[in-house]
């Protein structure tokens, strides 16, 4: 096992986030910056209006797609494993599993290994590569799910639910909350897998980010437009929505909906009622407690 050396010299937290002195560069920044390095795409992490943003291609092009032309001033994309030098730090990008594209940084300097995770998660998806552990002498994890009460169950005793609910009640449309990146895709992709190949119906805000997937070659499956589908069509299918959605007019057209939501906090039954959810489904983007656990293990450096 090694000794960590302390990288507080030149890792600083700051209020813009977390601020790398010698690369001159901020992890995730939560406000306009010179030079952001971009972990992924979801709102708390990317941002717009960033000088200069260094992404993955996919972190990039998700970017690109929320932002538009306010995605940043200059955009560039670096691999995955490709170490770049950036004022005597060396930078790389790893496979967090978080959702497409998402990714640790890897950061060396002084013989000092640090990785900063963003999100992450260590069980396996269909949707983007695999998390990656690496060693190293500092690790800055996330912790959303960091108590013992969080413990995601498998992903196919989950969507089995689901199923098994679509086959209790053939006449009801299951409308499920997800968010539009990552967990939307997932569902999709892990309902494919377990055999279901009927037409999925999906809210309007749902379909760019689905059609950037298929563009970066994950397969979602037979997709249709839920506005303008008759209750008809409605009747016994799946339909995915923002979770924004589920409470508004847009889910009172739904034939008798039963409302799911996919997410790691419908561990919280409390939490499911409150929102009026029949059909919890505890299906995360982030590490559980175990995850979290395993994944910061003093190990990592040894
Ligand atoms: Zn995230």
Request: proline letters at 8%.
């Amino acid at each position: 096992m090694t000794t960590a050396a302390s990288p507080h010299q030149w890792l600083k937290p700051t209020p813009k986030g977390l601020y790398c002195v010698p690369g001159d560069f901020f992890i995730d920044p939560a406000v306009p910056v010179d030079r952001g390095v971009i972990t992924h795409g979801h709102g708390d992490h990317a941002r717009p209006n960033n000088r200069h943003v260094l992404a993955t291609g996919e972190t990039i092009a998700i970017m690109r797609r929320r932002f538009g032309d306010d995605a940043g001033g200059t955009l560039q994309t670096l691999r995955y494993r490709e170490p770049i030098a950036l004022g005597g730090v060396s930078l790389t990008l790893i496979p967090a599993g978080h959702v497409l594209g998402s990714a640790q940084v890897v950061l060396e300097h002084l013989g000092c290994r640090v990785v900063v995770s963003g999100d992450y998660k260590r069980r396996a998806d269909p949707t983007c590569a695999p998390f990656e552990l690496q060693r190293c002498d500092v690790f800055i994890t996330e912790a959303t799910f960091g108590l013992p009460v969080f413990r995601h169950p498998p992903d196919g005793q989950e969507i089995a639910k689901l199923l098994h609910s679509l086959h209790l009640f053939p006449e009801r449309a299951h409308v499920i909350g997800v968010y539009a990146l990552g967990k939307c895709q997932r569902v999709l992709a892990l309902l494919r897998r377990a055999g279901y190949d009927a037409p999925i119906y999906i809210h309007g805000a749902l379909q760019p980010l689905c059609a950037l997937y298929e563009q970066h070659g994950v397969a979602l499956g037979p997709l249709r437009p839920a506005t303008g589908a008759t209750r008809e069509e409605l009747a016994g299918s799946i339909v995915l929505a923002p979770p924004s959605a589920l409470g508004d007019v847009w889910s009172r057209r739904m034939p008798d909906p039963v409302i799911a939501v996919a997410s790691g906090w419908m561990r919280v039954k409390q939490r499911a009622k409150q929102r009026g959810v029949e059909l919890p489904l505890v299906i995360s983007d982030h590490a559980d407690w175990d995850e979290l656990d395993a994944t910061s293990k003093p190990a990592r450096s040894g």
